[in-house]
């Protein structure tokens, strides 16, 4: 049992409409991270769970003896629908047997159709790829641009009393530009802290990326996870509905987009330095995108 010491913040174990919480100093965060499903939310300084039987049951086991306040329900378990009986007897529905013959008859179509539909997919999903690295380099050729004006202003390179390092100035602003998209999360700064997506873009990946398997392996419940499993995680997230994945945010296709860049990189030798820069940028940008929903935590307890 951890000890709730005097001068933390309390553990609070409560629910709304839609989800469990737990408030928990940070110092016992991993007492919430390892239960499976969770994702910590920085606007409610909470952990946040799907409201099944599961999390309850795990959440009991782990807060209930200890914790300051808990304050949720066993969820109800969803009635099993009745099933129909058939009657062997009743006259076949007319307009089921036509509905059925109608499908038959298009279903020929649909496969003769297929293998074009499929063709103009990947063709789409190459040129989708294409276009993401084109862009990656397009934003990094603007970056320069704009620091190569700045230095302008204040006289050549050749001139200036300090020589700026333009990688490093490129990632600083990289950086930043990361760190506004996730929502301003202090766990990501802190991790772009720790490793250089432009000086270091090799490292900065496979360190990054072996922090999602294991963040995503703790939500699936898996606490021995292997590299080959982060696409099952992936999709763990994706069926279990544990992370957003509309229109507007698809957080398991970026997911996916990530682990490719990632395997490039793994499994190209020689790969050259401008692509793998290319690479680490289109990395950063996407994991600024999914961050708070797979691997944010809290850096420091909050009184």
Not at 72 to 101: H, S, T, Y
Not at 176 to 201: M, R, T, V, W
Request: proline residues 5%; negative net charge; charged residues 30%.
């Amino acid at each position: 049992m951890f000890p709730n010491n005097a001068g933390l913040k309390p553990i609070r174990v409560y629910e709304n409409d839609e989800h469990f919480l737990v408030e928990i100093p940070a110092s016992q965060k991993l007492r919430a991270s390892r239960i499976a499903g969770r994702r910590w939310d920085a606007s409610q300084v909470a952990w946040v769970y799907p409201k099944t039987l599961q999390s309850y049951e795990a959440l009991k086991n782990e807060f209930q003896r200890d914790a300051d306040s808990f304050e949720i329900r066993k969820p109800k378990r969803k009635p099993v629908p009745e099933a129909k009986l058939i009657n062997v007897n009743e006259e076949p529905d007319q307009d089921f047997e036509r509905e059925w013959k109608e499908l038959s008859e298009n279903t020929s179509n649909i496969h003769s159709n297929f293998s074009d539909v499929a063709g103009k997919i990947d063709f789409l999903v190459k040129t989708v790829q294409s276009l993401e690295d084109s862009t990656a380099s397009v934003e990094r050729m603007i970056l320069a641009k704009n620091l190569e004006n700045n230095l302008n202003l204040h006289g050549t390179v050749e001139n200036s009393k300090e020589v700026l390092n333009l990688d490093e100035q490129l990632e600083s602003v990289l950086n930043q530009i990361a760190f506004e998209s996730s929502g301003q999360d202090e766990s990501l700064e802190k991790h772009l802290q720790k490793y250089n997506p432009l000086s270091k873009p090799e490292r900065f990946v496979m360190r990054t990326h072996e922090h999602l398997l294991h963040a995503l392996a703790e939500i699936a419940g898996d606490r021995d996870p292997t590299e080959s499993a982060f696409s099952k995680y992936v999709h763990y997230v994706k069926d279990n509905r544990l992370v957003e994945n509309t229109r507007e945010k698809n957080v398991p296709a970026i997911l996916f987009m990530l682990n490719g860049h990632r395997n490039q990189i793994v499994h190209s030798r020689g790969m050259p330095e401008s692509e793998l820069k290319n690479r680490a940028i289109s990395y950063l940008m996407g994991l600024a995108q999914v961050w708070s929903a797979v691997a944010a935590e809290p850096v420091e307890d909050f009184e």
